[in-house]
């Protein structure tokens, strides 16, 4: 596996048509580094999660990456409603997607225990009104 | 089992070009939301849905399924057709409502689990 590697991925709250590619590039970027495949599929599902919220709730955002030998860790900040509860929000179900997010496929409250359940370090803060953190840690082993 | 051989049994429509039919199925999932896919469709997996949004695309490659499958005769928006092909993601379309098609993908000996 090559060294190090770190980037950023600027998002467009509701660009529904650029959605997932910012994941799909950081997906690219570490096949490229010769991360290992399941690896890059938890990675990916993870920002993809995390940059589709970005996209549905948020107005604007980064993702940030950043690689090395020991770790992947992802950070994805916006600008947006931010999440009043962030312990309702990790329920299972939770959801506020309107009806026109439903309608494409989302809104089963299911996003953020994805990213749990396929990361090693979750944590999630945010301000209501201004914007939320997620990141994540997902550990590499030395081989 | 291969894609081919459903698409023979059950008469499907391919709809992305070039599309490889020599891929393995493992088994299949039904759903219409994008995160129950991710978290719960298994590789190798057909994913039969109402969807035809983009969005399908990135959940399909990123899970590794064999194809997505639109019932009801339901067609992909150009750009999610595009986006498969460049993706290699497979798309098939049948006149079928769900409840039918997972009838016979069952008898064909599919399972989910
Ligand atoms: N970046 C964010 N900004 C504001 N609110 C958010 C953000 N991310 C999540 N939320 C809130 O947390 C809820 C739960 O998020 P989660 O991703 O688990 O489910 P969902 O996006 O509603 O549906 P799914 O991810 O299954 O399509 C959202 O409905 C929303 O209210
Ligand atoms: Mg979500």
Not at chain 1, 81 to 97: D, P, R
Not at chain 2, 43 to 60: K, R, S
Not at chain 2, 85 to 94: A, D, F, G, R, Y
């Amino acid at each position: 596996m090559t060294s190090s590697s770190e980037g950023t991925f600027f998002l467009t709250g509701k660009d529904f048509v650029k959605a997932g590619t910012a994941s799909g590039s950081l997906k690219r970027v570490l096949e490229d580094m010769g991360v290992p495949s399941a690896v890059v599929r938890r990675a990916a599902i993870a920002a993809f999660e995390a940059e589709m919220n970005t996209i549905i709730y948020a107005v604007a955002g980064i993702m940030h990456y950043y690689v090395t030998a020991e770790m992947i860790k992802v950070v994805i900040q916006d600008m947006g409603q931010g999440i009043e509860n962030i312990e309702l929000a990790m329920t299972e179900g939770y959801s506020t997607a309107p009806d026109y997010i439903r309608e494409m496929g989302f809104g089963s409250g299911m996003g953020l225990p994805n990213i749990k359940k396929n990361v090693d370090k979750f944590m999630l803060s945010s301000v209501s009104g201004e914007g939320t953190t997620l990141e994540f840690i997902i550990n590499l082993e030395k081989t | 089992m291969i894609l081919q051989q459903l698409v023979d049994s059950l008469s499907l429509e391919v709809l992305t070009e070039g599309a490889d039919l020599m891929r393995g199925v493992s088994g299949g999932y039904v759903s219409d939301m994008i995160s129950d896919v991710i978290g719960n469709a298994r590789e190798g997996q057909v994913w039969i849905t109402f969807q035809v949004h983009l969005n399908i695309v990135a959940a399909a490659s990123l899970k590794g399924l064999s194809a997505i499958i639109m019932v009801n005769n339901r067609r992909p928006l150009p750009e999610t057709l595009q986006r498969a092909s460049e993706e290699n993601v497979v798309i098939m379309t049948t006149s079928l409502p769900a409840f039918d098609l997972v009838g016979l993908l069952y008898d064909l000996g599919l399972r989910c689990r």
